[in-house]
């Protein structure tokens, strides 16, 4: 049986909560605080002043991507969810708790166009998801910034400015930009940096792009170009060889547009000019060791210092190799002594020679095999006017068609050789300045028209062999040399001008009448002998008492003529 007493003491407690709390169902739904009892395992026990506590994950009092932050003590605003479970306990949140407090601020925030801060945290599909102090918001990808991030690892868990760009709260929608806020914030900075920005200014900057021709530094809220050939004051090939994305770098304003807003910016304008006062420091015909950076069809550039460059043209490279790529004589990166040919400080150009550090192989050849030397190679080439002949230090030598024989002529001489037939010749000149050696064949023996003619001359009457007949006259060998007797030299009388009365073999007397050393040929004359022969009767046998008449004359010189010539064969 139930005593009285304790029933009323029942109904007197029921009555002070009621009192005190209220009906139940008055907590549900609300956001309350609470004190931290204990931490038990992976959970925090809350008392917020009800019958029963609460307990709470430990994971919904930490921030995303960071541990929980709590101990027993703390005062915290939880969400109650439920007054009472099945186990008793009141259904508690923290997380939706902070997410309460957080929509309420962000709604004002939003209606005010304010910033607000926020955490990245995660990535879903189209962007990323962003904690703004309990509530999650979307950040798509091409809010995160002005221009495509590559790694967005440094953005995430570090605090930063977002733009709510549009929220739902029915829906629990909310998405941000982080864009916006950069856009906004560097058109002011822009806007400031236009106004002051000068020519010859240095300012600090960050690479943010790199093309093939330069890079776009970006100077705080503008862009400027940071050309290929501004970077350095040595040869770069690209931008990336000097610079990478995301660097700070020191540059100078070397040209502002205010209408375009176009901004040209050096780092090398920084440096000294390599360039002053280059003619003292590489003097004409001084030899230096540089680098050859770059290698072209018509040469190779050669760094002799950071920023100084010489060409090496490809006539300068060599003295033997003609019309060769200069990429099969040098290499890039090959260190090479060059000599300095020409400085032009005003146009930034060095002439440089390779071949010059070189010993000259023309020079070498006329110290080894002066001029009359006789030397012997390999023909390494026919041509239309001579032969080429493979000579020592890698030269070539020409006997031309005229040096080949002395008594053929070249046309017919040239066809006795073939290439790689080893042959001996004479120097006859070395040219040094224009890199040209003749050699002559024929000049290996002697020349058989200087020592025939040493024994006929002109006036002699000798004795000929008829080699050919033609229409105009008669090609004789007289002593070994080659004549010709015109058609109207074949006779006193002209019935008897006539060269088909002789046949090749014939021999015949004729009195030489010239000799041409140039065409190494004699003429000679029939008719002029007969004259001569008429003149020298006359004044043996004729006189002017005599009355004899010329027939008579030339008759008697006959006779006599031909009984001294049977007197002579007698003997």
């Known amino acids: 049986m139930v005593n009285a007493t304790d029933t009323a003491a029942t109904e007197d407690f029921a009555a002070l909560l009621d009192e005190t709390f209220g009906e139940s169902g008055a907590f549900e739904g609300s956001v309350v605080k609470g004190i931290v009892v204990e931490i038990d395992g992976d959970f925090a026990v809350i008392d917020v002043g009800l019958k029963s506590e609460g307990r709470i994950p430990l994971k919904e009092f930490g921030i995303p991507g960071r541990p929980a932050d709590i101990k027993a003590g703390d005062e915290v605003e939880v969400f109650i969810e439920r007054y009472e479970d099945k186990n008793g306990e009141v259904m508690l949140s923290r997380e939706k708790a902070r997410r309460e407090e957080a929509w309420t601020q962000l709604e004002k925030s939003f209606q005010d166009n304010q910033r607000v801060t926020g955490v990245i945290f995660g990535r879903v599909k189209g962007g990323f998801t962003v904690d703004l102090s309990g509530a999650v918001a979307f950040l798509p990808g091409s809010q995160v910034d002005i221009r495509p991030v590559r790694d967005i690892g440094p953005l995430m868990g570090t605090p930063q400015p977002f733009q709510i760009l549009k929220m739902d709260r029915s829906r629990g929608n909310i998405v941000v ?111 230096f060791v540089g680098r050859v950076t770059n290698i072209t069809d018509y040469g190779a550039f050669v760094e002799l210092e950071a920023g100084v460059e010489g060409l090496v043209h490809v006539s300068e490279m060599s003295w033997t190799k003609k019309n060769v790529h200069p990429g099969k004589i040098v290499s890039t990166s090959q260190e090479v002594e060059v000599m300095v040919l020409d400085v032009d400080a005003q146009k930034r150009r ?30 390494k080439n026919i041509t239309e006017f001579g032969l080429f002949i493979g000579l020592p230090g890698e030269i070539d030598g020409m006997v031309h068609l005229s040096d080949i024989s002395w008594d053929r002529p070249g046309e017919q001489a040239i066809l006795d050789f073939k290439k790689s037939d080893l042959v001996k010749a004479k120097v006859l000149d070395v040219d040094v300045e224009k890199e040209r050696i003749s050699l002559g064949i024929k000049q290996l023996g002697a020349d058989p028209f200087k020592e025939a003619i040493a024994h006929v001359k002109k006036g002699d009457v000798v004795t000929c062999t008829v080699t050919q007949v033609t229409e105009n006259g008669l090609e004789v060998a007289v002593e070994g040399l080659t004549g010709f007797i015109r058609k109207n030299e074949l006779a006193r009388d002209r019935g008897d001008q006539r060269p088909d009365r002789f046949a090749v073999g014939e021999k015949l007397d004729a009195k030489v009448t010239a000799i041409d050393k140039a065409t190494r040929k004699v003429t000679l004359s029939v008719k002029a002998r007969e004259i001569d022969e008429e003149k020298q009767a006359m004044a043996e046998y004729g006189s002017s008492d005599s009355g004899a008449s010329l027939g008579d004359i030339l008759g008697a010189a006959f006779n006599r003529a031909k009984e001294e010539k049977a007197h002579s064969e007698d003997k």
Do not use: C
């Open 177 to 287: 930009s982080r864009r916006a806020v950069l856009e906004e914030t560097r058109a002011e900075q822009r806007s400031e940096l236009i106004e002051s920005l000068k020519e010859g200014q240095i300012l600090e900057g960050v690479v943010k792009n790199i093309t093939d021709y330069g890079a776009f530094v970006d100077l705080g809220g503008v862009d400027g170009l940071l050309h290929v050939t501004d970077i350095a004051w040595k040869r770069i090939n690209h931008p990336s060889e000097a610079l990478h994305i995301g660097q700070s770098v020191k540059v100078q304003v070397i040209r502002f547009n205010s209408e375009t807003q176009r901004i040209s910016l050096g780092i090398k304008q920084l440096e000294a000019d390599p360039w002053e006062g280059v003619e003292q420091k590489y003097p004409v015909s001084a030899k």
């Open 350 to 379: 060095i002439s440089l020679g390779l071949k010059q550090t070189m010993s000259n192989p023309w020079e070498g050849f006329l110290e080894k095999f002066p001029v009359g030397s006789e030397v012997e190679g390999e023909v």
